[in-house]
């Protein structure tokens, strides 16, 4: 039937490296994108055995791979190693992300820097060296895990809020630019979703985020997962440059 053919998700021949994939978010874009039947690379820096275990636990049709998405030497040698063995990419998720919260005036150097250079010249250099292998096909999906924090801001998350709007603004710059090489870049704007990197929050302050999330729970990896399977296939079409929240309605709240 050629609607329920047009509805399902068939990623089958398509490529996907998804930075930070063996743990959190990454790791259930990574599941979910297999099980739409794209190849899944997954990228780690610290979390060998997490990706090794998610690797042998997804079976056929992975591939690992670590590199520091900061530092401009391991993401080109990322990307010559995807070339060689992989030989195109249709999909990147820019997924890798850290925080490191302090207020404004104690906050370090090292802390700021770090943030930065992990999510936004991250996201950076693994678009840049993404692009050039999607523009020889001339298609492709970019899809940037930036944060709710990009639009609506908490106390001690300066340096957060700044690499996550830049990583918006990134987006919609990416998307004006790769429209005519047909490369379609977007963004995902996840509230508290529970994983490692919110534990402390969902911990401190559990009670006021519960009260400002319209739906009244957190958001689950799967929930942030579903919309970048989406964003990745052919359905999502006619969107580029867009910033979309997975955050059961807090920025409208
Ligand atoms: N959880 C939330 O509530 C929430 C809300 C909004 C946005 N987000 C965003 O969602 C994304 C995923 O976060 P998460 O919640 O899944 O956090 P997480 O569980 O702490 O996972 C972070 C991931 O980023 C990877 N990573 C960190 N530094 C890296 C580097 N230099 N190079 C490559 N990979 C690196 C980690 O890999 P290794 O362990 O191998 O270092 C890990 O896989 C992040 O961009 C985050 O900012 C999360």
Request: charged share 20%.
């Amino acid at each position: 039937m050629i609607l329920g053919k047009w509805m399902r998700i068939d990623l089958s021949g398509k490529t996907a490296l998804v930075t930070g994939g063996a743990r959190g978010i990454g790791r259930q874009i990574c599941l979910k994108l297999r099980s739409a039947g794209a190849v899944v690379i997954i990228n780690y820096a610290k979390s060998a055995e997490a990706a090794i275990s998610l690797q042998s636990e997804i079976g056929h049709g992975t591939d690992i791979i670590k590199a520091d998405v900061s530092k401009e030497d391991e993401v080109g040698a990322m990307f010559d190693y995807i070339k060689k063995t992989h030989k195109k990419l249709d999909i990147l998720i820019n997924n890798a992300g850290v925080i490191k919260d302090n207020l404004l005036a104690a906050m370090e150097m090292s802390d700021w820097d770090k943030v930065l250079d992990v999510n936004l010249r991250g996201t950076f250099l693994c678009s840049k060296y993404a692009a050039g292998m999607m523009m020889a096909n001339h298609s492709g999906r970019i899809v940037n895990v930036a944060s709710i924090a990009a639009v609506k801001c908490s106390r001690g998350q300066v340096n957060y809020a700044a690499s996550k709007g830049g990583v918006v603004s990134f987006t919609r710059a990416c998307a004006v630019e790769l429209a005519p090489k047909g490369i379609l870049v977007n963004a995902i704007l996840p509230g508290m979703i529970v994983t490692d990197m919110s534990a402390r929050v969902r911990k401190r302050a559990g009670d006021l985020i519960l009260s400002s999330i319209p739906l009244g729970r957190y958001g689950a990896p799967e929930e942030v997962a579903a919309l970048a399977v989406f964003l990745a296939s052919d359905l999502s079409s006619y969107i580029t440059g867009q910033a979309i929240p997975v955050d059961g309605g807090m920025t409208v709240s």
